[in-house]
């Protein structure tokens, strides 16, 4: 199993008006990854997420899952890491955080 990871680190909030720059960043990090590696989606400098940058994670999930990748979300926000239990991300990525 390669252990290797590939991370993306948001600089900041992911909403409507930044989150196809968002998507692209992490559209290159799922490109570089490969079966069985760990995909890291660092946010932690992301205090709100809206539901246009919400799309954006899950659709990173979902292509990870395709990949067979394993994806973790590393939050700092307590209302994002709600929103990713509400939404059931967890039960799709490994959540660290608050």
């Not at 079966?35 to 992301?46: F, T, Y």
């Not at 700092?76 to 239990?85: D, G």
Request: aromatic share 4%; with cysteine.
């Amino acid at each position: 199993m390669n252990a290797a990871s590939h991370t993306y680190k948001a600089d900041g909030d992911i909403v409507s008006t930044n989150a196809q720059l968002h998507w692209s960043r992490i559209e290159s990090v799922l490109d570089r990854a490969t079966p069985s590696q760990l995909v890291e989606l660092d946010l932690r400098a992301a205090s709100m997420v809206d539901s246009v940058g919400l799309n954006a994670i899950v659709k990173a999930i979902k292509i990870a899952e395709g990949k067979k990748l394993k994806v973790r979300l590393l939050i700092a926000s307590p209302s994002l890491k709600r929103i990713c239990t509400f939404t059931r991300l967890d039960q799709k990525a490994e959540i660290v955080g608050p």
